[in-house]
């Protein structure tokens, strides 16, 4: 292991499309410290830097979107899987870390990543991304992968970029203070859901109150947008509390098709008698989080 | 009252920087229904387009952020508040309620708006915005009034502009689905504080399990950013479920200097003897949301 400290979020000198020769290069800052891993961080603190480097087959990169695989059960002379991944290996559970703490992560490309975006030779530093999604599936072998959707932080209000003493213990020792999200995405379609349930989780029963009326989240059961493509309807949506969208997107509690929940939580989801939802998408989200 | 329907998010027909002679050519569609009035929209369905009119003198417009003035207590001759302004007053419960729902809103420009942005005549459509902070403070002219901070939604990932029905009773009627967001902005400072507390929320002591750890928020006491400008210390965080973070955003819960709760939740804010809070920020927090 590396002895420079994790440092989040930019390095200072290290600016985004900056050109490394090799891994080699990138080791005296703390900006990627470790040899030959794609992730550098641990479960404790988080991840702060991912390398693309051609890997696992299972990447995908479309510039501000990439969907990266986990580490373990890769085999290092075919690249092929040949074994399941777990959440529980180191590397795995540093990326999850970052996702709960939203910590900005350092995306690095390397020569081998199959994208128009890697250079020929060497690395270069592709910006700050989030993690907005985990999940689990089957790979293109057949066995499981971890898999992790990242978004690339644009807004100049995603991030600020501070010096800054992480707290009075590190002297002298100045951090990069960057301020990431977590972002509900909601839709004017979730209007009708929450109103049908009076703003009521359907997991707990609570009903925010808010100045003049409640609030409560519309929340997709299989995910809008790639890779999972899940519908934007009603068959598609749940009415949550902020506490259990966050444990629902996290994977922590699940749906069976009898609609009692299974996780984290026990008991039985509400339905309403006039909301229909599509049971394959309870199924995907349990494939995806290990209840099936 | 108008008799067209209030529609979310783009016109079909009105782009973004487009010209209106007048009032009146807004008013054909659902664009801005409302003759002579600045919000257009009602407490039950929410707000779905102002215009900035120089109508009230605390008016602030930065282009992407503005401050707007919520309605009533203003003198329609000498545009001056005379009495205080409250959240019951329909165009205001109908700004709240955009906010709870996360609604994005049509912002116009018209030519009496102090600002370099507006028309020299006439209105121009300034895109969507959404509501990211609401609180009551002393205007220019010493009487309370509503204050609503938007920010306008740049990110295409933001909204989708799909055609769309809204549910299955509204037959024929095409509507506008529009995706909006609740941000929760986090910083690395938010982790060490997380970490003192455990993950608890100090209002409830809920812990959030995730795969491998746990999740809870840093919510900032006195909002960071304009107006508020509040610091990005630990003298202004607070450990929060998102259940709680919402109400304490919202300003249905704030804390008393004793770190007692008032307003939706009755009980004692749990402070760690190692994190010292700033009480001057509680006690604007407080007089943001009228528990003064």
Redesign the interface.
């Known amino acids: 292991m590396a002895s420079r400290p994790i440092i989040?979020?930019d390095i200072n000198g290290v600016s985004e499309g900056q050109w490394f020769k090799d891994r080699r290069e990138m080791m005296p800052t703390s900006f990627h410290r470790i040899w030959a891993r794609g992730i550098d961080g641990n479960?404790t603190t988080g991840a702060s830097a991912i390398v693309l480097s051609g890997g696992y087959e299972d990447d995908e990169d479309l510039g501000d979107e990439l969907i990266y695989t986990g580490a373990g059960g890769n085999d290092s002379n075919s690249k092929q899987q040949i074994e399941d991944q777990s959440?529980?290996h180191n590397d795995n559970?540093a990326l999850?870390?970052s996702?709960?703490?939203?910590?900005p992560i350092r995306v690095i490309r390397g020569y081998k990543h199959k994208s128009p975006l890697s250079p020929k030779t060497g690395y270069t530093y592709a910006g700050l991304y989030g993690i907005v999604d985990?999940w689990k599936q089957s790979g293109k072998s057949g066995y499981k992968i971890c898999r992790f959707k990242l978004?690339k932080l644009?807004?100049k209000?995603d991030y600020s970029k501070?010096d800054?003493h992480?707290?009075h213990s590190t002297k002298e020792k100045k951090?990069?203070?960057?301020?990431?999200?977590?972002?509900?995405?909601?839709?004017?379609?979730?209007?009708?859901l929450?109103e049908l349930y009076n703003h009521e989780c359907q997991v707990c029963g609570?009903r925010?109150?808010?100045?003049?009326?409640?609030?409560a989240?519309g929340a997709h059961i299989k995910p809008l947008g790639r890779p999972h493509n899940g519908d934007?309807s009603?068959t598609n949506l749940i009415c949550l509390?902020?506490?259990h969208?966050?444990?629902f997107d996290?994977?922590?509690i699940s749906v069976r098709n009898d609609m009692s929940l299974v996780g984290?939580v026990e008991g039985v989801l509400d339905v309403n008698e006039k909301h229909q939802i599509n049971l394959d998408n309870f199924e995907y989200h349990r494939s995806c989080h290990g209840f099936d």
Chains 1, 2 share one sequence.
């Open positions: 989040f979020g479960r959440w529980e559970a999850l870390k996702w709960d703490d939203g910590l985990t978004q644009n807004n209000s501070i800054n992480l707290d951090r990069i203070r960057t301020t990431v999200l977590r972002v509900v995405r909601d839709s004017t379609l979730a209007t009708s929450k609570t925010i109150p808010t100045k003049t009326g409640f609030y989240e934007d009603l509390c902020p506490n969208h966050v444990m996290k994977g922590v984290a």
